[in-house]
């Protein structure tokens, strides 16, 4: 335990003097992994097992680059990318406003449908947020809307994108603790839909203490209405056809990655908004994030070798049985360090620091691993909008220099309230994570 604890300062220490994760979790995992691994003595010389150790962070690297099933994250990228590029934030959002607008809060609401519905394609929470700034906050304001509630609506609908799937977080739990990657696509479906859900409740409750500060909108005619349809129903196949396909066992997430690749380059054709240049851009900027995104990982299984070696594991849990706490209890404790640990890290790399740890602990105490990752990915989703680091409220303000931050994170508070009563949800009724996954395989 003692030299786990001191392998997760050097990482920190690392981490504050701003080397990339990635490094700092390969060096901290390479070096504590010869430290675990032992000292030999050759002619009176203290030495490592160097061979054994290069080998196995060598090894690392070359299965992460050969494995087929990691191919699903670029291809998912390439399509988020290809169907961003094709307009389709501006697309969704008139399709919500067309259907959520009339009403009071309705701009909000479809901020929120619109999030989710775009980041859940693109994949990445903070695009998702940087998009949405310039589609939707602008037309929030022009109808009087407050700063506050325009921003935490897009602020907090952009984090949904990490749960719904196709989801390149659940992707990355699932390698990290070898389970299924469909089964976790069907696990996060209903926990998506019900933090849209909860997250329009959240505007309801706003709008309904203070009236003011979100007037009602025009009503859409039917005609309106059929038009916004029309715009996004290319996507909304694809998205029917690719995570369909998986639910229903036609495809497995890699050829469906596949396919949605291609059908997101087709839909750029379609929509005419693809030329040599930018598919040059969107082919290098997808190789770009998918390659930073491997080099996470390698450093990351790097560093749970050293966990693992260390020990830490085991003797957490021994002391988990022997104190005789209760296992709900823990999952509780884990969940609360999560959102502290949110204060100060993003979402994905708290999911590579701590996984590795909590999951074998979680697998002893009889806990579904499909479940836990559904908590998980709920709670790093609240660090996104959770002070002081936010990065989503940072990403917002950087995009609009008239919001400070403050003004975001005042505003943010009814919805990150609505995230911990999902979590609790989630946490005492399985059922709702689970359900999906069970009735399908």
Not at 49 to 75: D, F, K
Not at 284 to 305: N, P, Q, V
Not at 413 to 422: K, S, T
Request: glycine share 10%.
């Amino acid at each position: 335990m003692f030299t786990a604890f001191i392998g997760f300062i050097c990482l920190f220490a690392l981490i504050l003097l701003r080397t990339p994760l990635a490094i700092a979790m390969a060096v901290v995992g390479f070096f504590g992994f010869a430290y675990t691994q032992g000292l030999f003595i050759d002619d009176g010389i203290i030495d490592f097992n160097w061979r054994g150790i290069v080998y196995m962070a060598s090894r690392t690297a070359v299965s992460i680059a050969q494995s087929y099933e990691l191919s699903v994250i670029p291809l998912f990228i390439l399509m988020g990318d290809f169907i961003s590029r094709g307009g389709l934030s501006r697309d969704l959002y008139r399709f919500a406003q067309a259907f959520f607008g009339r009403k009071r809060g309705g701009l909000a609401v479809s901020t929120i449908v619109a999030c989710g519905g775009f980041s859940s394609i693109c994949g990445s929470s903070l695009a998702t947020t940087a998009t949405m700034a310039k589609v939707a906050y602008p037309e929030m304001r022009q109808k009087q809307y407050d700063k506050s509630l325009a921003s935490a609506s897009i602020a907090s609908g952009s984090t949904l994108g990490i749960l719904i799937p196709p989801s390149v977080i659940l992707i990355i739990y699932g390698l990290i603790t070898e389970q299924s990657i469909r089964e976790l696509f069907a696990a996060g479906f209903l926990p998506g839909l019900l933090g849209v859900v909860l997250y329009i409740l959240a505007v309801k409750f706003v709008v309904w203490r203070a009236p003011h500060l979100a007037p009602p909108g025009n009503a859409s005619s039917r005609a309106e209405k059929f038009a916004a349809l029309k715009n996004i129903h290319h996507t909304l196949l694809l998205f029917i056809l690719v995570m369909g396909g998986i639910y229903g066992g036609v495809f497995t997430p890699t050829e469906a990655a596949g396919i949605g690749a291609f059908g997101g380059f087709l839909i750029s054709l379609f929509r005419k908004t693809l030329t040599l240049p930018i598919l040059i851009n969107i082919l290098k900027e997808s190789g770009i994030t998918s390659a930073k995104l491997f080099t996470l990982l390698i450093g990351a299984l790097i560093f749970s070798r050293f966990i693992s070696n260390s020990g830490a594991v085991e003797e957490l849990t021994d002391f988990i049985v022997s104190a005789n706490i209760s296992p709900f209890a823990v999952i509780i404790g884990m969940m609360v360090f999560y959102i502290a640990l949110g204060m100060i890290l993003e979402s994905l790399s708290m999911i590579l620091l701590t996984v590795p740890l909590f999951f074998p602990i979680v697998a002893m105490l009889g806990y579904d691993l499909v479940w836990f990752g559904i908590l998980v990915v709920v709670i790093t989703e609240i660090s996104l909008i959770t002070p002081p680091v936010g990065l989503n409220v940072f990403v917002l303000s950087s995009v609009i220099p008239s919001l400070s931050p403050k003004e975001i994170f005042s505003g943010v508070l009814p919805f990150w309230g609505a995230d911990i009563i999902r979590l609790s949800l989630l946490m005492l009724f399985p059922a709702i994570s689970l359900w999906l996954p069970q009735l399908l395989y």
